[in-house]
């Protein structure tokens, strides 16, 4: 598979996810409240909650755009607005642990962790430009 490829495949998975947690917030926040790994931080808000499922909707358009232009700028903007938002979550929740047991906390921070570390590693094969260029004669890739 292809570097463009690649990259284009990270940016719908992760914009799936959040169109499935953006969707599942704004619509269910009860439901949502109920999950151990966020009931463990009372007291519940639905203002908060549905304000977050919007954030996520967001987010979601922003890289399902990335996913469709596979332009530069937006996949590498769309990449930091996700780092930024995925690596306060994760700090925040590497300091709220206590109520949840080894096991459960261990798998919560694994889960977020690749929440920091998908998104960087998809960055990393941005960065550099080759997955933007487009192929040249004879399936050699041009310049952009």
């Known amino acids: 598979m292809s570097r463009r490829a690649w990259l284009r495949s990270g940016l719908g998975l992760l914009a799936g996810a959040q169109v499935v947690l953006g969707l599942w917030i704004s619509l269910l926040p009860e439901l949502f409240w109920k999950w151990?790994?966020?009931?463990?931080?009372?007291?519940?808000?639905?203002?908060?909650?549905?304000?977050?499922?919007?954030?996520?909707?967001?987010?979601?358009?922003?890289?399902?755009?990335?996913?469709?232009?596979?332009e530069r700028r937006l996949v590498i903007t769309a990449l930091v607005a996700y780092l930024v938002s995925s690596g306060a979550h994760l700090l925040f929740h590497a300091r709220h642990l206590e109520p949840l047991s080894a096991a459960s906390g261990a798998g919560f921070m694994a889960l977020l962790g690749a929440a920091v570390v998908l998104p960087a590693a998809l960055l990393w094969l941005a960065a550099d430009g080759v997955a933007f260029r487009e192929p040249g004669p004879a399936g050699r890739r041009s310049a952009p």
């Open 36 to 70: 151990p790994w966020v009931s463990h931080l009372p007291p519940y808000n639905e203002h908060l909650l549905r304000d977050f499922g919007g954030a996520s909707l967001a987010l979601a358009v922003v890289l399902c755009s990335a996913v469709a232009a596979m």
